[in-house]
């Protein structure tokens, strides 16, 4: 896996920021606005090179890969460049890809600065007369006319620019005919220039994306730095939930977003066959996101917002804009089944060039899950899988034993503790795997954050005492965090610990102490002193369930699982039991926590939606609408895209987070934003699944035949204990705003 940029790319991506913010000022955007073109902006551009980013060296260019042009594209995004910037370097690498003198003649105008060339986005066939972005300022527009790539030239000051929403120099184009004073060439003809003119397309489409990401990422910080400055009755803007809460949404959706951009100049390098779709659901999650995070930002201003002297603005109208330049974004999700689900023409994508991005887990990580795919094939007996349950309900101990034999439990630890040292890529794997076997991981997650909380904060006597019952499967661990009038303010808990000489006697109670009933520990949060404050007067206890006075009693949920409320009546342990310093227990939990929300793991949470993906997909394929199958009907390939979009978007974040913990790079609240986002859209397609497969959807799984619709009813209630679970939305909203955004604390 590698998902940093080289140092190459870092100093691109620092050169254009100084550029664009001393030549694409604010004051400069809205002087253009009138024309939507900077002319000095542009000689600027020309004289760096931007144009040739992605032409070969031999023509002009620098040789350089879609990657390094995402970055320009990004930072002329960021500073709302007056310029078809975008156009012009899909262009060039357009008419580098062709062969003969004309081409190249033109291509050597373009990076010489002596014409502006921009690209016609739908074939004449669909559209004879069409908006054609840059077109108002453009010398020559590259287009499709059935088989043949032409160029249509006029003069520049014969063109009529429209006034539009992003202030862009848009202008209408006939491109069956040559314009009036003008010629029109054709340059190439065949299926090789309907494949090249094809790529330019989407090229178009992944830089665009790019550009909004950078537009929406500059516009959610103009956002926060005022919702962090503004103060309303007393406090700041942005330590109000209804402030910060979207903010947080917005800057989850946008980081999936560049990173699916990422994904899908990979995917391409890589030749995934899924490398057609991903540049649609790159697109359509760039242009939703922008929308969306312009318009929160704007919202937070207030009516200052609307003002015209207001940056806000500037970046609000530009977000819908610019998107909408090829038409409704949400055509690429019907684009985007096509690609994955229909045998049909291969996909024209443009050349990748040099990549450096890696998504794999890598060769080390495919072994590793290879032995684990054995060894579940291997130890599953019909038996197992009847048993198979997704929670603590699923666990079995003949199993737990068979996999602490075959060093599968808790690989990741160190040898000195009886692990094998597996890197985070092989256990990402391992998790995988588990899910693909349907096999439980709830006793050995929690049981493997626990012990290596202890081996980080126990006494050598206690983790002698339970790290090697563990290691071996002989013992399981519990949770003890949350209390009746609690909730997720886990610091307000009044379970009491007081010491005894060695010992400490515990009282209260616990809720939600899921496997209590199973395990042989629970990890007890407790308060050792009233009087100080909440966050420093807590201590962590390692409790042995069996331990006289402890009663556990079941709560059963609509997502088919057992949790339980677990009471303490006068519980006396030894100090031994102690993880941590006394009153050090929020440090204690906060480092298990840590292990919890940072990214350990978080590769596996698209798994449940591309699950759902495939279930709803086999639904579609075999059920009928209105006398037809169900997936030939655009409106279910759409909402099916959706929900793969959004497994795709889950499993880029989730990499992120995995790569950020590798590397030790800062943590911008990538572990949270995967938990947030997978467990929402879990949720919500989830219910927009169960209501398109209706009625058949309200079946249980395997009840009357409803395997595929069944899925969704399940889903629909397990999404609902997901947003809840392991920090509710709203507590990773909070910690999302105040990591990623520098936003003040929403919660007292």
């Known amino acids: 896996m590698q998902l940093d940029l080289t140092e190459d790319q870092e100093l691109l991506q620092r050169t254009f920021a100084e550029l664009f913010a001393a030549e694409s000022t604010p004051e400069r955007v809205r002087a253009s606005e009138a024309t939507g073109f900077d002319a000095r902006l542009w000689a600027h551009l020309i004289g760096t090179g931007a144009m040739g980013i992605c032409v070969p060296q031999a023509l002009g260019g620098s040789g350089a890969g879609l990657l390094d042009a995402a970055v320009l594209a990004e930072?002329?995004?960021?500073?709302?460049?007056?310029?078809?910037?975008?156009?012009?370097?899909?262009?060039?690498?357009?008419?580098?890809?062709?062969?003969?003198?004309?081409?190249?003649?033109?291509?050597?105008?373009?990076?010489?600065?002596?014409?502006?060339?921009?690209?016609?986005?739908?074939?004449?066939?669909?559209?004879?007369?069409?908006?054609?972005?840059?077109?108002?300022?453009?010398?020559?527009?590259?287009?499709?006319?059935?088989d043949a790539i032409v160029l249509l030239r006029r003069p520049r000051e014969t063109a009529e620019r429209l006034p539009n929403l992003g202030?862009?120099?848009?202008?209408?184009?006939?491109?069956?005919?040559?314009?009036?004073?003008?010629e029109r060439l054709t340059f190439a003809r065949g299926d090789a220039a309907r494949r090249a003119y094809r790529a330019a397309r989407e090229e178009w489409r992944?830089?665009?994306?790019?550009?909004?990401?950078?537009l929406a990422q500059r516009a959610l910080e103009i956002g926060a730095t005022y919702a962090a400055s503004r103060i309303q009755f007393d406090r700041p803007i942005g330590s109000f939930q209804g402030i910060a809460h979207p903010f947080a949404d917005a800057a989850t959706a946008i980081a999936?977003?560049?990173?699916?951009?990422?994904?899908?100049?990979?995917?391409?390098?890589?030749?995934?066959?899924?490398?057609?779709?991903?540049?649609?659901?790159?697109?359509?999650?760039?242009?939703?996101?922008?929308?969306?995070?312009?318009?929160?930002?704007?919202?937070?201003?207030?009516?200052?917002?609307?003002?015209l002297e207001y940056d806000i603005q500037l970046y609000f109208r530009r977000a819908k804009a610019w998107a909408?330049?090829?038409?409704?974004?949400?055509?690429?999700?019907?684009?985007?089944?096509?690609?994955?689900?229909?045998?049909?023409?291969?996909?024209?994508?443009?050349?990748?060039?040099?990549?450096?991005?890696?998504?794999?887990?890598?060769a080390e990580a495919d072994r590793f899950a290879a032995e684990v795919r054995c060894f579940f094939e291997r130890e599953l007996t019909p038996e197992l899988r009847a048993k198979a349950?997704?929670?603590?309900?699923?666990?079995?101990?003949?199993m737990q034993k068979r996999l602490a034999k075959a060093g599968l439990l808790f690989p990741h630890w160190p040898r000195a503790y009886g692990g094998r040292e597996a890197s985070a890529f092989e256990m990402v794997a391992l998790q995988e795997e588990f899910h693909r076997a349907a096999w439980t991981t709830h006793a050995v997650g929690t049981t493997d954050m626990v012990g290596a909380t202890l081996i980080r904060f126990a006494s050598e006597e206690l983790k002698r005492e339970v790290?090697?019952?563990?290691?071996?499967?002989?013992?399981?661990?519990?949770?003890?965090?949350?209390?009746?009038?609690?909730?997720?303010?886990?610091?307000?808990?009044?379970?009491?610990?007081?010491?005894?000489?060695?010992?400490?006697?515990?009282?209260?109670?616990?809720?939600?102490?899921?496997?209590?009933?199973?395990?042989?520990?629970?990890?007890?949060?407790?308060?050792?002193?009233?009087?100080?404050?909440?966050?420093?007067?807590?201590?962590?206890?390692?409790?042995?369930?069996?331990?006289?006075?402890?009663?556990v009693q079941p709560i059963y949920t609509l997502s088919d699982e057992r949790t339980n409320v677990t009471y303490y009546t006068d519980v006396r342990i030894s100090d031994h039991y102690r993880v941590g310093p006394v009153n050090g227990g929020w440090t204690v939990m906060g480092y298990a926590l840590e292990l919890e929300h940072g990214g350990r793991g978080a590769g596996t949470y698209s798994l449940h939606l591309y699950d759902l993906v495939e279930k709803a997909l086999g639904w579609a394929r075999t059920a009928t609408r209105g006398g037809r199958p169900a997936i030939d009907h655009a409106r279910v390939r759409e909402r099916l895209a959706r929900v793969a979009l959004h497994a795709e978007m889950a499993f880029v974040l989730g990499r992120?987070?995995?790569?950020?913990?590798?590397?030790?790079?800062?943590?911008?609240?990538?572990g949270a934003m995967t938990k947030l986002f997978s467990t929402e859209v879990l949720q919500a397609d989830a219910s927009d699944l169960l209501d398109l497969m209706a009625p058949e959807s309200l079946l249980n799984k395997g009840v009357g035949g409803a395997a595929d619709e069944g899925e969704a009813q399940f889903a629909y209630r397990h999404g609902a204990a997901a947003t809840i679970y392991g920090g509710s939305s709203e507590i990773i909203r909070s910690i999302i705003a105040q990591q990623a955004l520098g936003l003040p604390r929403s919660r007292s």
């Open 75 to 146: 930072q002329a995004g960021r500073w709302l460049a007056p310029a078809p910037l975008v156009e012009a370097v899909v262009s060039a690498g357009l008419l580098a890809r062709l062969e003969g003198e004309a081409p190249r003649a033109l291509l050597a105008e373009l990076l010489a600065g002596r014409c502006i060339v921009t690209l016609a986005l739908h074939a004449a066939a669909d559209a004879a007369v069409q908006l054609v972005p840059g077109g108002a300022i453009a010398d020559g527009v590259l287009a499709l006319d059935g």
């Open 167 to 182: 202030a862009a120099p848009l202008a209408r184009w006939a491109l069956d005919a040559a314009p009036p004073g003008g």
């Open 206 to 214: 992944l830089l665009t994306a790019a550009a909004l990401t950078g």
């Open 256 to 307: 999936a977003s560049q990173l699916l951009v990422r994904y899908a100049i990979w995917s391409i390098a890589s030749s995934q066959p899924e490398a057609g779709a991903r540049i649609g659901f790159a697109f359509v999650a760039a242009a939703e996101s922008a929308s969306f995070a312009t318009a929160r930002a704007l919202h937070a201003h207030g009516g200052y917002g609307l003002s």
């Open 324 to 362: 909408l330049a090829g038409g409704d974004p949400r055509d690429q999700l019907l684009s985007a089944a096509s690609r994955l689900w229909d045998e049909g023409e291969a996909v024209a994508l443009p050349d990748a060039g040099p990549c450096v991005l890696d998504f794999s887990l890598g």
């Open 389 to 398: 349950h997704f929670s603590w309900d699923g666990h079995d101990w003949g």
């Open 467 to 551: 790290l090697p019952r563990v290691l071996a499967g002989e013992a399981i661990i519990s949770l003890g965090y949350t209390e009746p009038s609690s909730g997720s303010d886990v610091a307000a808990a009044q379970t009491r610990a007081v010491r005894d000489g060695d010992h400490w006697v515990i009282d209260g109670q616990k809720m939600f102490t899921s496997g209590a009933n199973l395990s042989q520990y629970v990890f007890l949060l407790t308060r050792t002193d009233t009087n100080a404050a909440k966050h420093r007067g807590l201590t962590m206890f390692l409790v042995p369930l069996d331990t006289p006075g402890i009663e």
């Open 656 to 670: 992120q987070a995995l790569w950020n913990g590798v590397t030790g790079r800062q943590n911008r609240g990538e």
